[in-house]
């Protein structure tokens, strides 16, 4: 199944590529709208049955014309995985790496690093560029959402804790900040159009997915080059966090990672998950 969130916040199932159906009335009326998606996720085993009878029997409304927000946009947390790609980890260091000169190491040694969940944007927004003398990069990621409550998971049970993926933009201030701050400005996490479920995506280690700026192909990959693959990355944050349904994981990029800056569009399309079309502009000044 397909599940969006769209216009006022509201949860819908996808009916067919064109189509989704409402479901918010099947949660109480009490959640938070932000916090909706998070709610569907951690009662799917309850509400699954309904959900899919809506996508087959409800009254369709056209994706055309909804405004698509962040499939999940309040996760508790959004875990990203450091250089976990090794052709990311050589074009980032050496002579001229996007850090020239630098001993770039991989998430064997860095393991990991917080996004704000606030940094969260969906279809409907843009990638917003807070400074015009910084290098901003585009990173392609595969985004793998949380389904059951994960701590300390073996990696054989560990896709039984996944609920689906996302494509998802990790977007990167350069610079010698930490990565928290550098990745955490509103509108750093593009996700969306919506969240596939595990059934319907299959093998998560098999995945071709491209990304484009303003047509230009940048980065193309699969995820069989993961150096730690979506089991490993649940047992390896399970091991220090406890994963909660709704958390996101940013998978980490693969090479070709380059600056965008207003004016450009970028679209992520992983095929098994979807298409993701982000334009990019300059951030309103504070005092305009
Ligand atoms: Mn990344």
Not at 112 to 136: M, N, T, W, Y
């Amino acid at each position: 199944m397909r599940l969006y969130t769209f216009d006022e916040h509201r949860v819908g199932v996808g009916a067919d590529d064109a189509h989704l159906v409402d479901v918010t009335s099947l949660l109480d009326s009490r959640v938070h709208p932000l916090d909706r998606m998070t709610e569907l996720i951690a009662r799917w085993d309850d509400l699954q049955p309904d959900v899919a009878q809506a996508a087959q029997e409800g009254r369709r409304q056209a994706l055309e014309g909804l405004s698509l927000r962040a499939p999940q946009p309040r996760p508790r947390k959004v875990i990203a995985a450091p250089v976990n790609y090794r052709k990311h980890q050589q074009e980032m260091g050496g002579s001229d790496g996007v850090y020239t000169g630098a001993t770039i190491k991989d998430i064997t040694t860095y393991a990991g690093f917080v996004k704000a969940s606030s940094s969260i944007v969906g279809p409907d927004g843009a990638i917003e560029v807070p400074f015009d003398d910084r290098r901003l990069d585009h990173e392609a990621e595969l985004g793998v959402v949380i389904g059951r409550t994960a701590s300390r998971v073996a990696r054989e049970d560990a896709l039984d804790h996944v609920f689906g993926y996302v494509p998802l933009l990790d977007i990167t201030l350069r610079g010698a900040e930490d990565r928290s701050y550098r990745k955490s400005f509103d509108t750093f996490t593009p996700i969306g159009p919506a969240i596939v479920t595990a059934d319907e995506v299959g093998d998560p280690g098999a995945l071709d997915f491209h990304l484009t700026v303003n047509d230009e192909p940048r980065q193309q990959a699969n995820t069989r080059d993961l150096i730690y693959d979506v089991p490993r990355l649940v047992e390896f944050y399970s091991e220090a966090m406890t994963l909660e349904p709704g958390d996101l994981i940013a998978t980490g990029t693969p090479e070709g990672v380059g600056p965008i800056e207003p004016g450009d569009e970028v679209v992520l399309t992983i095929p098994a998950v979807g298409r993701l079309t982000m334009p990019v502009r300059a951030r309103r000044p504070v005092h305009a």
